[in-house]
């Protein structure tokens, strides 16, 4: 089995790196819709003010050769194709902020306080939790079931096109999460909180079985399902639906326990995830750990968990690469079943044994080295993603029998008078010997 890339296609071109390093013209997100590649491309600040707002959208007809922009309102049509022919699609939603409501001092504390106890409306209680980013953000994580009943459902949202007529509805979902838990950031110098959204950032598949499923991760600190214990980091969660996406239950629940050495205490925690089903019947999990707001390290080890019980229990996790941002997993029908990760560098590898356990040699797409001096304003002394001079998030989708279509940005892009400017670009891998 080999694996070799085609030619890069730009989808769009965005800024000058100088004018905007981080956020806009990044986070390219591929659908395949029939004979269709339809791609947003997020093109606002990346915070949790800016998560939901539209993006530009752009279509191939061509198999990502050629690119045109689009009517955002596309978006109802990349939902995933359930059994009975409609379509579910999450958007992404920004955070919600808490204008007006009163945050109860923690001194309030005291052994007798009552943590069974739902808090009023415009209140938020004592914290079950806290921790911090880098920056001097304050996190506090709250188990839903105590915050206002006007902030406090679980459910998700959807929409939903309906097979026949093509009419699209939003649908609120319920989520069954055990102790789920909202977190609420303060940013410095803000008084005001902002809730942030619960909405999965996976990509829905089918399994093999005709039920959904779907990746997500807690809230920047959360309480474990199994037993309420809070944690400050990030974990990774995997839940089912049995009824086309109208109910989802946690189905697979990934724990991050730091112990200084296999799970190192500068980390994340499980965030993005990936998952893919395989042949053998096995289920395959790849979870990021690094998160920057967290330590300020923009790189940290990519871990690997699989699952021989339908998602029931899972394996312990193990490093499968030093480096690994946004994972994302795709099976072709020629039956390799292909990983793209990041930052730095970009890797595709393959699987062909049906199972997971043996992957390629990583394809490097883009090497892990200083690219500041590509810059239009090459500097002596990089910051990290002037370093990188990449998105670091990359998607991967199929596109025949033995082809897929990989999707990242590259920063230092140069259009036709030879400008760098944020690009978002698209590229085949193909598998040959397979």
């Known amino acids: 089995m080999q694996l070799s890339l085609g030619k890069e296609s730009v989808v769009v071109r965005g800024m000058r790196p100088e004018e905007y390093l981080w956020g806009p013209y990044q986070f390219p997100r591929p659908y395949r819709v029939g004979d269709r590649i339809i791609v947003s491309v997020h093109v606002e600040e990346d915070d949790i003010y800016n998560a939901g707002k539209t993006a530009r959208w752009f279509e191939s ?3 990502g050769v050629c690119w045109e922009e689009i009517s955002p309102s596309v978006a109802a049509e990349c939902g995933l194709k359930l059994p009975n022919g409609d379509k579910i699609y999450f958007p992404v939603e920004s955070g919600l902020v808490l204008a007006g409501y009163t945050v109860t001092p923690v001194g309030m504390q005291t052994p007798d306080y009552d943590f069974s106890e739902r808090a009023a409306e415009k209140t938020l209680p004592v914290q079950d939790g806290m921790t911090f980013f880098h920056d001097g953000s304050i996190i506090k994580a709250y188990d839903a079931d105590r915050l206002p009943k006007s902030i406090s459902k679980k459910e998700w949202h959807i929409l939903r096109t309906i097979s026949g007529n093509g009419n699209v509805v939003r649908e609120n979902v319920k989520v069954e ?3 789920l838990t909202r977190v609420v950031i303060f940013h410095p110098g803000e008084s005001v909180g902002t809730l942030k959204s619960i909405q999965p950032r996976g990509t829905p598949k089918l399994g093999p079985d005709g039920a959904v499923w779907v990746s997500a991760f807690s809230g920047e600190g959360h309480l474990n399902p199994y037993n309420g214990q809070y944690s400050p980091y990030y974990s990774a969660e995997i839940f089912r639906s049995d009824d ?7 189905r697979g629940h990934m724990e991050y326990e730091a112990d200084g050495k296999k799970y190192p205490y500068q980390s994340g925690g499980f965030s993005d995830s990936d998952f893919e089903f395989m042949p053998d019947g096995s289920i395959v999990w790849f979870l990021r750990s690094t998160w920057a707001a967290y330590t300020g390290k923009e ?3 990519m871990y690997y968990s699989r699952s021989t019980d339908s998602g029931y229990t ?3 996790p193990k490093v499968f690469s030093e480096v690994g941002i946004l994972p994302r997993l795709c099976t072709l029908k020629c039956g390799v079943t292909l990983l793209c990760y990041a930052r730095p560098g970009l890797y595709v590898t393959a ?4 199972c997971g356990l043996k992957w390629s040699k990583p394809l490097v797409v883009m090497k892990a080295e200083n690219r500041s001096g590509l810059a239009n304003r090459p500097t002596e002394h990089p910051v990290w993603h002037e370093w990188d001079g990449a998105c670091g998030n990359p998607e991967i989708i199929p596109l025949d029998d033995n082809s897929a279509l990989l999707f990242y940005g590259d920063f230092y892009y140069p259009d036709a008078e030879g400008v760098r400017r944020k690009t978002i670009l698209c590229r085949k891998i193909i598998v040959s010997d397979c």
Not at 244 to 250: A, C, E, H, P, Q
Not at 351 to 354: A, Q, V, W
């Open 61 to 63: 007809v061509d198999g």
């Open 177 to 179: 999460w055990p102790y």
């Open 244 to 250: 086309g996406g109208k109910t989802f239950r946690l």
């Open 299 to 301: 790189w940290g080890p």
């Open 314 to 316: 899972w394996t312990k």
């Open 351 to 354: 699987c062909n044994d049906g």
